[in-house]
């Protein structure tokens, strides 16, 4: 995550300072370790393994294919590595903080390149990483091929939903098919950004999973550990008639990679017990969907140093699904400062909540009541069940909740507005809703009013509350709206979805209706229920006189934005995960959605990308979101389209009505 500070030489200056404290620490003394850093080799920049062991660097192994897609954008700081054509080892000439010719020679250099290490006992190790794993020609095949025993992956692989079974069925499948043991660790927490390292490492040994770390863990450090027979591998290797012949033609063409060390590996005298293969550990999308945003924001908030967390909590289920992974987080907190009151958690819950040494939260709403602030900002057209639900769960979750009416406030700025107006324009009108006879201009502009206002109060609120209840420090402020949404454009800008941070931005709707289902049941939060089967509604327009006593709002998400949030989640993901124009993206629907007409598809097509590129614009200040769907719109990072188009998308369409002519004609 250091992005364009990789372009600082003080980066790669530091990282050599933190190598050499863990030389004197003795973290590496009896130890084989494989660092991560970034390594300046004859004016080129690399992303590298550092191997060491005794307080002694044994080689560098740079990094050979660089991971550009999506979120990543290695190739803007590394230089893949090329290995000579002759197949000699370069040497690297170590900082003169790390002279020594005892260890280094006169020259002070080490081996720099993709060979493998070969221990004074016979077995040989290699390094992967990260991206590497996932090539076509991945490193660690010639590696099998070339003896090696044990491969260490040490890699940057962020959160997604649905992505671990991918790197699981990667590993047991590299070690099925060559043999040997695969050592996979993986960065843990927010970097500083959008995305959240989920850890999950993992020991797999011939397509066996041995160990496997916990996916989300409010630790920043879990260690796994696994005792292997390395003859294990060798034996299953050698009972592989066609491994056995391209390993014998890889040694011929390839010549031997090796670099010979002193280390000895193994366990001596004592011939412990092998470990026995587990059943791997699996969460649900749902179980993602809540315990991967809530990691990410406690990561934020304690390296922040913010006093905890403002929400504007509508009773819909997009502000719910935000409490609830907040409610979520301070379980996880709870929980982990039970098991260890003297641990960095615990600590890190005293200082957030300007608590006392030896304070450890009782509960987790006693811990949600300091952190999370909820206020229900209601207007004379929102409705009781959603404030009523509001409250319901604030009760649950323990948050500090309040509840305020800003009709005042609207009211305030249509006078100073038509005040205005009137000394130039004397006969202008008030403006009124399309239901009370105004145009679609007017109705639009109420709406919009009203939702801003609630980002100005939302502000106001974070600044002040920590101060009113006599605490230091300030609240980061949490949004609310959806990767539909935001695909989509059904967003006020500068509204509630405008906020420091926005744990569900790249979230489905499906999925974060499922989750407040799962969370219901796993944390006792009935009210989710409720919320649920509620129908989604902004409560923005006047209640009209058909709703029952004001209690429900008829004015619905779906109706408002033309599609429902299950065509939304088609569109997203053909429009970013399958690369769809308009065009493909109908040849396309119109087979899966063969029990509508071509005709009603191309409708449906064409009202998508009108307001996707009519609302683009959104985008480019949208808040920074937990990254969580292959289709997340966000113009800053993932999603790199203009934001003004023509939205009349006159070729493309054109295209569509030619092919549905010519299928309804069939």
Not at 219 to 231: E, G, K, P, S
Not at 361 to 381: D, R
Not at 628 to 635: F, I, K, L, M, V
Request: hydrophobic residues 35%; contains cysteine; proline residues 4%.
């Amino acid at each position: 995550g250091c992005e364009d500070h990789f372009f600082e030489i003080d980066t790669f200056s530091h990282c050599w300072q933190t190598l050499g404290n863990l030389f004197k620490q003795g973290a590496t003394d009896g130890l084989l370790c494989d660092f991560g850093m970034p390594v300046l080799f004859s004016g080129v920049r690399y992303n590298c393994r550092v191997m060491c062991r005794d307080r002694k660097i044994l080689a560098i192994r740079p990094k050979t294919a660089m991971a550009d897609n999506g979120n990543y954008r290695e190739s803007r700081y590394f230089t893949a590595y090329k290995p000579p054509r002759d197949g000699k080892v370069e040497k690297f000439q170590l900082p003169k903080e790390f002279a020594d010719e005892d260890k280094y020679g006169p020259n002070n250099t080490v081996p720099f390149g993709t060979h493998y290490l070969q221990c004074a006992d016979g077995t040989t190790i290699a390094a992967e990483s990260c991206e590497e794993l996932w090539t076509p020609k991945a490193e660690h095949i010639d590696a099998a091929l070339n003896g090696v025993e044990i491969i260490g992956n040490g890699s940057g692989s962020h959160h997604e939903l649905r992505k671990l079974d991918a790197r699981l069925e990667l590993m047991i499948n590299a070690t099925r098919k060559c043999g040997g043991l695969y050592l996979y660790a993986n960065q843990r927490g927010c970097d500083g950004s959008r995305l959240y390292f989920d850890g999950a490492a993992m020991i797999v040994c011939n397509g066996k999973v041995l160990a496997q770390a916990e996916q989300f863990d409010l630790r920043d450090v879990q260690t796994i550990v696994a005792t292997v027979d390395l003859d294990d591998i060798r034996s299953y290797r050698a009972s592989i008639p066609s491994f056995c012949v391209q390993a014998a033609s890889t040694r011929e063409e390839s010549g031997d990679r090796s670099i010979l060390t002193d280390v000895v590996l193994g366990c001596g005298s004592d011939r412990p017990t092998p470990t026995d293969e587990i059943k791997l550990k699996y969460h649900s999308a749902e179980e993602e969907c809540c315990l991967g945003p809530a990691c990410w924001l406690w990561d934020f908030l304690r390296r922040s140093g913010a006093g905890g967390y403002f929400l504007p909590l509508s009773g819909g289920a997009d502000s719910a699904s935000v409490a609830t992974i907040v409610g979520c987080m301070t379980i996880m907190a709870y929980e982990t400062a039970q098991k260890d009151p003297k641990g960095i958690t615990a600590a890190d819950c005293r200082r957030i909540c300007n608590k006392s040494d030896d304070w450890v939260p009782a509960s987790p709403q006693e811990l949600a009541n300091c952190i999370l602030h909820t206020t229900y900002m209601g207007t004379v057209n929102s409705s009781s069940a959603t404030e009523s639900r509001a409250r319901k769960l604030g009760e649950v979750i323990g948050s500090y909740h309040s509840t305020i009416r800003i009709d005042k406030a609207v009211k305030s700025m249509i006078d100073v507005f038509t005040y205005f107006m009137r000394q130039h324009e004397p006969e202008v009108q008030e403006p009124r809703f399309s239901s009370q006879g105004g145009t679609n201009t007017e109705d639009v502009a109420l709406q919009n009013i009203q939702a801003r206002l609630r980002m100005v109060f939302a502000y106001l609120f974070a600044q002040l509350l920590p101060w009113a209840r006599k605490r230091s420090g300030f609240l980061l402020v949490l949004g609310s709206s959806n990767v539909d949404e935001g695909l989509r454009g059904y967003l006020t800008k500068y509204d509630c979805s405008a906020a420091d941070l926005n744990p569900i931005g790249a979230i489905s709707k499906g999925d974060l209706k499922r989750m407040l289902r799962w969370a219901a049941n796993e944390y006792n939060y009935e009210v989710l229920k409720e919320i649920v089967d509620a129908p989604p509604t902004a409560e923005l327009r006047p209640i009209t006189d058909g709703d029952a006593d004001g209690k429900e709002h008829t004015q619905t998400d779906e109706e408002d934005m033309g599609m429902t949030y299950d065509e939304l989640g088609y569109f997203g993901r053909l429009r970013k995960i399958s690369r769809c124009g308009p065009v493909s993206m109908f040849k396309k629907l119109v087979i899966t959605w063969s029990h509508l007409k071509p005709s009603e598809v191309a409708t449906k097509v064409k009202r998508f990308f009108y307001f996707y590129s009519v609302n683009r614009h959104k985008m480019t200040v949208i808040t920074p979101s937990y990254h969580a769907e292959g289709y997340s719109p966000d113009d800053n990072r993932f999603d790199l389209r203009q934001f003004l188009y023509n939205t009349k998308w006159k070729r493309q369409n054109d295209t569509i009505d030619e092919i549905v002519k010519e299928m309804e004609s069939e």
